[in-house]
């Protein structure tokens, strides 16, 4: 069972109650799932119109923006909180559902612009019902999970099945998840949803003040326009109090292009030379890595150099703890490493400027609820 969590304003449009809207609300009902609007003002007049004998549930709760009674919900509900979802149409549903640390889903037919700009976002009833079904039917976790001495690498889904060619499989999933970031959509959401289900189930939503960033492309424009950056700020924004990163302002500089890995035979695809003295972290973020925890988001990880990279500047900047999230893993090759920046991570290091303590294979666990997920959502 899911609890949805809405406001009487997610089903007025052009303020009209909207008739496919009720009818999804309480469709769900039906379906077994806890569906509750809430507001800080009586009961609307026309909700027992529309809601009666439908188990949609009215509840009167004022200074519901503090979120306390979410948690109270969840406790009463023997609920997790994972499971507990809030279809946001005004800022007062955005704070609640911040405060209430649980999933944060955008109206996309709120008229009020700022609430489009958060969380996961749907634009119709038949997305909210997509939505809600795959969220039940969710669950498995991470594909791998595995933790080394200075960061974690979780992935979602394991690729490896795409074919023998590690570096064809590469291109034939970046392409894809290229496709869907830039079209948007149902995919888009649904791919937001289980990443943020599962950062929720490992209790993101207890660390204070994250920081998010999205590993650069070997050619980056460094005006946060990557494949990715959506979509990270789509889970930034359904999972954090606080957003600790700023759209068009990306936490990595590459400076220089780098040999895109993916695409060459060439190279040691282990060695981070190249990664290292090509990139550094944004000046922007000077006063903001220092004892945070920080989330750095990639396509994919095969030998895992991006996240241990990725890590070795964080440290040196002061974050506590760091975790690569990859949307899907290929292979068995995965390493860890165990890198030192010996200068100033916010500005470009020389190849003399790090030290690699170690490297290795990355131990970790694996869950096959999950590895067919993700293949199945991009129809890989």
Known sequence: M???????????????????????????????????????????????????????????EIGRQNGRFLKTLAEKLACPTHNILVLAATHHDVIMAKNGRVMLVAAGWSTEANVRRFGIKINSAEQLKELMALADDWS???????????????????????????????????????????????????????????LYIDGIDKKKDLLWGVYPSSKSTNIDDEVLSELTHSLRTAVCQVQMARRGVPLFIRHTPSIKRSGSRAIDRTDPTDQITTIHLNPEYRFNVQERSVVVVDDCTTHGLSFGV???????????????????????????????????PFAPVSAGGFQVHSSGPFSGRNDARAQESLRLLMQL
């Open 2 to 60: 899911l609890a949805l969590i809405t406001s009487p304003a997610a089903v007025l449009i052009g303020g009209s109650v909207d008739p496919t809207l009720v009818n999804t609300l309480n469709l769900l009902s039906y379906a077994g799932h806890y569906v509750l609007i809430t507001s800080n003002r009586p009961k609307p007049w026309w909700f027992d119109q529309h809601f009666q004998g439908s188990g949609v549930k009215f509840q009167r």
């Open 140 to 198: 498995g976790h991470w594909w791998f999970e595995g933790d080394c001495d200075t960061y974690s690498t979780r992935a979602l889904a394991d690729l490896s099945g795409m074919g023998r060619d590690i570096t064809q499989a590469q291109a034939v999933f970046g392409k894809k998840l290229t496709q869907i970031v830039k079209q948007g959509g149902a995919q888009l959401t649904a791919l937001a949803l289980l990443t943020s289900r599962s």
């Open 310 to 344: 990725a890590a070795a500047f964080l440290k040196a900047a002061g974050a506590n703890e760091v975790l690569g999230l990859g949307l899907g893993k290929f292979g068995n090759t995965l390493q860890q490493y165990q890198i030192e920046i010996m200068s100033d």
